[in-house]
């Protein structure tokens, strides 16, 4: 486990965000960057420790178990799905022709 947590923390100081915004297609991209570092640099201890004080160590360990378990779980839909923008009424009229 350690050695994926020191490959995450790797990835994430090699991170170019405005890069990554870029090619995700957002608009303002340098501004997001901006935006993302200020809140991980500036707040994120006096958020983490708001944070710890309201849930604890346990309930923030739940939380990260359940975020982790969630982004690791297999997509509801499979690949080869045809999602037509956000209603799910298209999404289940599009599975159903």
Known sequence: MAKKQNSFEEYLKNLDLNMLF???GLYESEFLARE???????EAEQR???LINYFGDEGINRIVDR???LL????MLPAEAKVL???WFRIFHCKDS
């Open 72 to 75: 690791f779980a297999s997509p």
């Open 36 to 42: 993302v570092e200020h809140f991980t640099v500036k």
């Open 85 to 87: 923008g956000g209603c």
């Open 48 to 50: 983490d420790r708001i």
């Open 67 to 69: 975020i982790v378990e």
């Open 22 to 24: 870029e090619k995700l």
